[in-house]
């Protein structure tokens, strides 16, 4: 690492939950290396994710536009360390560009929050779900076919805001991120089932990105590596990458480690609902990644027409 400032500098989109998730790194970092939390710098970055608010990422350029300007910034040695949510990461990284650890992970699952109901089975008949997240809007329509779709993008605090100020009667969220912010203790919600609301892949997880050449930072990060972790994103980025998928695509994907036995299940759904394909593995932990992969190529054979090509 080389740094003018003689501190090592960590970057992260500016948004509240990014920046959270930045010192939640930070504050892991100084905490396993014993050094003073001035000795980190963090950096905030406009990414192409955070100026298009007006339509769904899907539409703007899928996976990646959260992540460019951290990637630049590394390989231009602006930056020593890139936090990115972990399902933001697109599936194939920049050259030069290492994924090198992920602290343990946070609640991967959706929760809904409406007003006036508990679960997608109490909305209103067209009723308004907000998302720009087209697996949420899938798997919305697989269980609620009569509600409205509406895009809805920001932060968590204005996506809750349009919420209460009734522009939308429900919407989804990561429980992951409602938790770092500190609303879900404050915000009547319902946890989705994995099962039956498979989550993005990567949701609930922070990845550390750093330069593939640069060994004393890769250092620096493994201290705080979750190997369970670890071990259910090899998996989980191993079905994407099978998939060829991008946020352009519904795609589902969690992984969950028990023991030395890894439990996957995916699912590919046509955006409106009415087709999925599914699939679930156990193996051990040891072939997490193989295991990822093979329940990605046999999606990719049996997914409905067209919807990995949107």
């Given at each position: ?28 970092l100084g905490k396993a290396h014993g050094v003073e939390l001035a000795s980190f710098e963090i950096v905030p970055l406009k990414t192409a994710g955070d100026r298009v608010l007006d339509r769904p990422l899907a539409d703007a350029g899928g996976k990646g536009l959260f992540t460019k300007e951290i990637d630049e910034a590394l390989l231009t040695n602006r930056i020593d360390l890139g936090v990115h949510s972990a399902k933001d990461v697109p599936t194939f990284l920049p050259e030069g560009v290492l994924l090198a650890a992920y602290p343990e992970r946070e609640d991967p699952r959706d929760v ?199």
């Amino acid at each position: 690492m080389a740094q003018s400032t003689g501190r090592i500098r960590i970057g992260t989109r500016g948004s509240p939950l990014a920046l959270r998730q930045a010192e939640i790194v930070r504050d892991l970092l100084g905490k396993a290396h014993g050094v003073e939390l001035a000795s980190f710098e963090i950096v905030p970055l406009k990414t192409a994710g955070d100026r298009v608010l007006d339509r769904p990422l899907a539409d703007a350029g899928g996976k990646g536009l959260f992540t460019k300007e951290i990637d630049e910034a590394l390989l231009t040695n602006r930056i020593d360390l890139g936090v990115h949510s972990a399902k933001d990461v697109p599936t194939f990284l920049p050259e030069g560009v290492l994924l090198a650890a992920y602290p343990e992970r946070e609640d991967p699952r959706d929760v809904l929050v409406a007003r006036g109901a508990i679960s997608l089975a109490e909305l209103p008949k067209g009723a308004v779900v907000g998302t720009s997240s087209v697996r949420r809007q899938a798997l919305v329509l697989r269980a609620r076919p009569d509600v409205s779709i509406r895009l809805l993008r920001g932060n968590v605090g204005t996506r809750l805001d349009k919420l209460a100020r009734g522009e939308f009667d429900a919407t989804v969220l990561a429980a992951a991120g409602m938790r770092r912010l500190g609303y879900l203790d404050q915000q009547t919600h319902t946890v989705l089932d994995p099962l039956t609301f498979p989550p993005s892949v990567g949701q609930g997880a922070i990845g550390i990105a750093v330069r593939a050449n640069d060994e004393a930072a890769a250092q620096l990060v493994a201290a705080i590596n979750d190997a369970t972790t670890n071990i259910a994103l090899l998996a989980e980025r191993a079905f994407l990458a099978a998939l060829d998928g991008s946020c352009r695509a519904p795609i589902g994907g969690h992984a969950q480690i028990m023991g030395d036995r890894i439990y996957f299940s995916g699912i590919v759904i046509a955006p409106d609902g009415t087709n999925a394909v599914e699939t679930t593995r156990e193996g051990y932990v040891s072939d997490a990644e193989a295991l990822g992969a093979d329940a990605g190529q046999e999606l990719r054979a049996r997914a409905p027409a067209g919807v990995l090509d949107a």
